[in-house]
């Protein structure tokens, strides 16, 4: 058995991880702001919403959102579990009908210790991955390369989502 470690590298996201800007919680404020294709909303529910990431670990990387501002999980009704994951099934779906990837990550960071960027607002991640998504770009140079543009896959994401959810 070996002692070598193994360690995930995500240096791209520095710039959000340490950014000290007072302010609100986002996933309070952008569901309010009603401007859903410029805050990256996809699809709201009664419970939830679904957003794109800003800062993606991939293209297409997805959050779904309950709107009770809660750190905990075990804070959750039913409901708003059942929807969550209706919705994190629905951006599954999508993804893989737009974008073909090799698989997923699909998860939840509790806690800022746990590598939450906002602690205070539990949320879950959709993160499409294919073959060959880690290159040499964020190990050299500290870049990670989207490979499209995050308005794009909005659309199409938006649209796929729209057609599944009835709108």
Same mark, same amino acid.
């Given at each position: 058995?070996?002692?070598?470690?193994?360690?995930?590298?995500?240096?791209?996201?520095?710039?959000?991880?340490?950014?000290?800007?007072?302010?609100?919680?986002?996933?309070?404020?952008?569901?309010?702001?009603?401007?859903?294709?410029?805050?990256? +909303?996809?699809?709201?529910?009664?419970?939830?919403?679904? #957003? *794109?990431?800003?800062?993606?670990? @991939?293209? =297409?990387?997805? %959050?779904?959102?309950?709107?009770?501002?809660?750190?905990?999980?075990?804070?959750?009704?039913?409901?708003?579990?059942?929807?969550?994951?209706?919705? +994190?099934?629905?951006?599954?779906?999508?993804?893989?009908? #737009? *974008?073909?990837?090799?698989?997923? @990550?699909? =998860?939840?960071? %509790?806690?800022?210790?746990?590598?939450?960027?906002?602690?205070?607002?539990?949320?879950?991640?959709?993160?499409?991955?294919?073959?060959?998504?880690?290159?040499?770009?964020?190990?050299?140079?500290?870049?990670?390369?989207?490979?499209?543009?995050?308005?794009?896959?909005?659309?199409?994401?938006?649209?796929?989502?729209?057609?599944?959810?009835?709108?």
């Amino acid at each position: 058995m070996s002692n070598k470690k193994n360690n995930l590298w995500a240096p791209w996201r520095n710039i959000y991880l340490t950014d000290k800007s007072e302010g609100g919680c986002i996933f309070c404020e952008k569901p309010d702001e009603n401007k859903d294709r410029d805050n990256l +909303i996809l699809l709201r529910g009664t419970f939830s919403f679904v #957003i *794109m990431n800003l800062f993606p670990y @991939n293209s =297409g990387h997805l %959050m779904v959102v309950p709107y009770k501002h809660s750190a905990n999980l075990e804070e959750l009704m039913d409901d708003e579990i059942l929807e969550i994951r209706k919705f +994190i099934n629905m951006s599954v779906a999508s993804i893989k009908q #737009i *974008m073909s990837p090799a698989g997923f @990550n699909l =998860g939840v960071n %509790m806690g800022k210790f746990s590598g939450a960027g906002i602690a205070e607002h539990i949320h879950f991640h959709v993160v499409p991955r294919w073959i060959g998504d880690t290159n040499f770009m964020p190990v050299i140079s500290n870049t990670k390369v989207i490979s499209e543009f995050l308005f794009d896959t909005y659309d199409k994401l938006y649209n796929c989502l729209s057609k599944m959810e009835g709108k």
